[in-house]
């Protein structure tokens, strides 16, 4: 059994695995760059506005996430 290889066959081979290749690197730098940029806030469940991470109390509401984390009710949170 013996098998036909050319030079244009050779160029198909290396051209897809350039794109493949190349298709992988945009992958990585469009990754990168959607975590760089992405939103560092999070929406507060009780009031539904957006609140910076790494604050573990709502501004405009008090409603606390380190409680919710816990798994602890917050009923006092509408009362306040």
Do not use: H
């Amino acid at each position: 059994m013996s098998y036909d290889v050319n030079a244009s066959d050779t160029a198909n081979g290396i051209g897809i695995m350039v794109l493949v290749f190349w298709l992988a690197i945009m992958n990585t730098f469009l990754y990168v760059l959607y975590r760089i940029t992405a939103t560092k806030k999070r929406d507060c469940p009780a009031c539904g506005e957006n609140v910076k991470k790494g604050l573990t109390v709502c501004p405009s509401c008090n409603y606390d996430f380190m409680k919710a984390a816990g798994g602890e009710p917050q009923e006092d949170v509408k009362k306040k």
